[in-house]
C-alpha cells in the first residue's frame, strides 16, 4: 500500500497523457509506413516503432512500479488508443478512397472527359457546324439520343463515389463517335474510339449496341 501512494494523481494523469499521445502517434506513423503510400525508405516502420518504445515502455513501467494497478490500467489505456488510432486510420482511408476525385484512373479520365465535351460543344456553339450536321444536335436520331445520355451518365459518374468513371468516359467517347459517324461527319474529322475491350458496348439507358 506504500508503494500505491507514492504515485499522485497528477502523476498518473501526466503518464496517461504522455501514453497516449505516444501510442496513438506511433501507431499511425507505423501504419503509414507500411501502408500503401509508403515511401521508399524500408526501414521506417522499425525506426518509428523503436522511438515510439522508447516513450511508451517508461510511460507503462514507471507508473506500474509505483502502483501495479496503476501500470494494469495504463497498458490498458495504451491497448485501447492503439485500436483507436487503427479504426480511425482505417475509416479516414475508407473517407478518402471513397472521394470521386481519389478513385483510379481519376485524373486520366477527368482530362479525356473534357476533351469529348469540347468536341461536342463544338457542334452546339459553332452555327456553320451546326448547320453542316444538325444530326449532332437532333435528340430524335438514336445516335444523337444515345450520346445525351451517356454525356448525362459520364457527369453523373464524375461526382459519384463507386461509379467506373473511366468506363463512363469510355462509353461516351463511343457515342460521340457514332453520332458523329450517323450525322454524316466525314470519317477524317472523326477520331477513333479508344476502346479497352471488343465487346459490345452498352449505352447506359439503352439496348446493346452492336460492333
Not at 494523469?13 to 499521445?21: D, H, K, N, S
Not at 501500470?71 to 495504451?78: C, Q
Request: proline fraction near 8%.
Amino acid at each position: 500500500m506504500a508503494n500505491a501512494m507514492q504515485l499522485a494523481g497528477w502523476q498518473i494523469a501526466l503518464w496517461a497523457v504522455v501514453l497516449v499521445i505516444a501510442v496513438a502517434m506511433t501507431t499511425l506513423a507505423v501504419l503509414k509506413a507500411i501502408g500503401p503510400s509508403a515511401g521508399s525508405e524500408p526501414d521506417a516502420a522499425f525506426w518509428n516503432t523503436f522511438t515510439g518504445l522508447m516513450v511508451i515502455v517508461p510511460a507503462l513501467v514507471i507508473p506500474a512500479l509505483g502502483s501495479p494497478l496503476v501500470g494494469l490500467l495504463l497498458l490498458s489505456l495504451a491497448v485501447g488508443t492503439a485500436a483507436a488510432a487503427v479504426a480511425g486510420r482505417r475509416k479516414l482511408d475508407r473517407i478518402r478512397q471513397e472521394r470521386p476525385a481519389n478513385r483510379p484512373g481519376f485524373q486520366a479520365a477527368s482530362e479525356r472527359h473534357g476533351a469529348l465535351l469540347q468536341r461536342w460543344q463544338g457542334y452546339e456553339l459553332d452555327a456553320a457546324k451546326a448547320i453542316d450536321y444538325p444530326g449532332m444536335i437532333d435528340v430524335r436520331l438514336p445516335e444523337t439520343a444515345a450520346l445525351i445520355r451517356c454525356l448525362e451518365y459520364a457527369e453523373q459518374c464524375r461526382i459519384t463515389p463507386g461509379t467506373d468513371y473511366p468506363k463512363a468516359v469510355e462509353q461516351l467517347e463511343e457515342a460521340l463517335t457514332a453520332a458523329e459517324m450517323a450525322a454524316g461527319v466525314p470519317g477524317e474529322d472523326v477520331p477513333p474510339a479508344r476502346t479497352t475491350a471488343s465487346a459490345p458496348r452498352t449505352i447506359p439507358g439503352a439496348k446493346t449496341i452492336p460492333e
